[in-house]
């Protein structure tokens, strides 16, 4: 099992935002990461950055690479927030033909650095709210399939759908390039019981986002919110997950990244009991 970290968190950030692509020092954050002991980073690609990420070149996708085998530090996962800003829903008919080849190139520049999966948002101006706009995003995402077959890159969803909702259209998707994308902040502050969660869709789980936030408000510090992490730690070994951690943990002071980061570490091996097995190099 390994244990990774958004992009952007191991810096301070730009303009007081929680996560961003860093424009003009990602290439520190592999040696930051090695130095905290986290194995792996999810790499951000949203419009701030589009124009700088190196993911849009080959020499781009080649400093990733030997940065990556440098620093034993892995790039698995990619979290679209392009389509946050420019959702695959609620898209005119030209707009989403756009989107939907970006959502192409994406696939084939992951395929090309080795990633193995797009978390794909579908939560703040990307959330779906009515029955229209489910049908609207089943019929997107049976095309998006086409292209995680083509590619094998797979695609998990991050969602704020209720649970039945959630299972109702993964159930109409049921390859297994298509998975959830599970956030324990952004549960507890839509106040979703992991019990109804995992009975709903926990097979399909096939990576954690770790925060932590109040119900019905934003992310704080983890161990104080409203996330039962004894609680997922329990689900997440009844249905034998292997898959990594990516912490998308509050922000503390700015220039403190570090030693928040290894404390952030910590209490994943701390709490998420079923990774008992492993000891912090702390």
């Known amino acids: 099992m390994m244990i990774g970290i958004m992009q952007g968190r191991l810096i301070p950030p730009v303009d007081d935002t929680i996560y961003h692509f860093p424009r003009d020092i990602w290439a520190e954050e592999f040696k930051l990461a090695a130095q905290v002991h986290l194995d792996c980073i999810e790499w951000i690609y949203d419009l701030f950055g589009a124009d700088v990420n190196p993911l849009s070149t080959d020499d781009g996708i080649n400093q990733i690479q030997v940065l990556s085998k440098q620093y034993k530090v892995k790039i698995l996962s990619l979290c679209a927030n392009c389509f946050i800003e420019k959702p695959l829903v609620r898209a005119s008919a030209s707009e989403l033909e756009d989107r939907m080849e970006l959502m192409f190139w994406l696939l084939k520049r992951c395929q090309l650095l080795g990633i193995n999966r797009i978390v794909l948002p579908f939560l703040d101006g990307s ?10 995003l089943l019929a997107v995402l049976r095309q998006v399939l086409n292209m995680a077959i083509e590619t094998g890159v797979a695609i998990h969803l991050e969602t704020s759908l209720v649970p039945t909702k959630f299972a109702s259209l993964l159930e109409k998707l049921p390859s297994p390039l298509i998975m959830v994308n599970y956030d324990s902040g952004n549960s507890a502050s839509l106040g979703y019981d992991p019990q109804d969660e995992f009975a709903a869709y926990g097979s399909r789980i096939g990576s954690v986002h770790v925060k932590d936030r109040i119900r019905g408000g934003g992310t704080v510090p983890l161990g104080t919110g409203d996330a039962n992490f004894k609680l997922l730690s329990d689900h997440l070994a009844g249905i034998g997950y292997r898959g990594d951690y990516i912490l998308e943990a509050a922000r503390g002071s700015s220039g403190d990244e570090i030693p928040w980061a290894i404390r952030n570490r910590n209490f994943i091996l701390t709490h998420l009991c079923h990774l008992s097995d492993q000891v912090s190099k702390e």
């Open 127 to 136: 959330r779906i709210d009515t029955d229209a706009e489910f049908e609207s």
